[in-house]
């Protein structure tokens, strides 16, 4: 858990050179690369996800939502991958992950990830243990997520209705690196 994010796994990802595209970014798939790094790191890295042999067979990732915030570019400074745990399901974990150089979050993943029965290859009920663990990562107080909201709290996304048959769509503001539970 990380002093300056209470509740949140941090991963310390170094970006590589081979990692840029031609645009001078990031590349965007290599961002999902981060993500599911730092969900590694989680499940199967973390101290007591070994010392208590938590997720034995491994786990399955269920989906990726995926918005990117700010173009990132090759520095020395490593990025933080930043992952809290947003609800937990009978199999399945949501997890937000935000990609990060303090102040700034470059892109936000949530991401389903699923407990894996090795022998059938499917989904399995999470243990009291994996429950307790990842409940370690949840944010203090519960988010309330609203399908669609009328009016956007403070800090999030502007709501832009939909046009003729389109879904309504979110305009995004430059996002400062805070906590998940804020």
């Known amino acids: 858990m990380s002093a300056l994010h209470p509740g949140a796994h941090v991963l310390a990802c170094p970006t590589r050179w081979s990692d840029v595209d031609e645009n001078g970014h990031i590349n965007n798939a290599r961002l999902v690369g981060y993500v599911q790094e730092g969900i590694y790191d989680l499940f199967r890295h973390h101290a007591t996800a070994v010392r208590e042999s938590l997720f034995p067979s491994g786990f399955i990732i269920a989906r990726h939502e995926i918005d990117y915030l700010e173009q990132v570019h090759h520095r020395p400074e490593p990025l933080s991958v ?11 974990a949501h997890v937000e992950v935000n990609v990060c150089r303090e102040p700034l979050i470059f892109m ?9 029965d090795r022998e059938s290859g499917r989904s399995r009920k999470l243990s009291q243990s994996e429950r307790r663990f990842l409940s370690g990562f949840m944010p203090e ?4 997520d609203a399908v669609a909201p009328t009016a956007p709290p403070s800090g999030s996304p502007q709501w832009v209705p939909a046009r003729a ?14 906590a998940s539970a804020a």
């Open 108 to 116: 936000r993943a949530r991401t389903v990830v699923v407990a894996r």
């Open 141 to 144: 107080s519960p988010r309330v």
């Open 82 to 92: 930043r992952l809290s745990v947003e609800r937990i399901g009978r199999s399945s």
């Open 165 to 178: 048959g389109g879904p309504a769509t979110a305009r995004r503001t430059r996002r400062r690196c805070r």
